[in-house]
């Protein structure tokens, strides 16, 4: 079994992407990027992935399409991201089912290292 924390980012941002790589580029981390929210479906679709960073607004399907897309996702962490402050009521189901919210730009990156480390199996 593969002791490396698994984790899969979704974001059509590359700047973003490449945050998440620099930050778990570790050896204890398997950093996996997807492009957009199809892209990211069709990966977590195939793979376990200890925890799974979804940006909201995204082209194709958003974040909130690519969680009702993959109802059941098991014992993966769930972190939604984006910069969009608005009305989030109409998503409330999804909203009790996620660990958290990164609102976007980022205060504390190391904060998020911290969060997943203190989260991990």
């Not at 570790?26 to 979804?54: N, P």
């Not at 608005?86 to 190391?110: A, C, R, T």
Request: aromatic fraction near 12%; charge should be negative; glycine fraction near 8%.
């Amino acid at each position: 079994m593969d002791p490396k924390i698994r984790l899969l980012i979704i974001d059509d941002e590359p700047l973003i992407r490449r945050a998440f790589q620099k930050l778990f580029s570790g050896s204890d981390y398997h950093v996996v990027v997807a492009e957009d929210g199809l892209q990211g479906l069709e990966i977590w679709q195939k793979h376990h992935f200890d925890f799974v960073f979804i940006d909201i607004l995204m082209p194709g399907l958003n974040g909130w399409e690519v969680l009702e897309s993959k109802s059941e996702w098991g014992s993966t962490r769930v972190q939604m991201m984006s910069a969009f402050t608005g009305d989030l009521s109409d998503k409330k189901v999804w909203i009790e089912k996620i660990d958290g919210f990164l609102p976007k730009p980022f205060e504390n990156v190391m904060g998020i290292k911290q969060w997943v480390e203190s989260h991990k199996a």
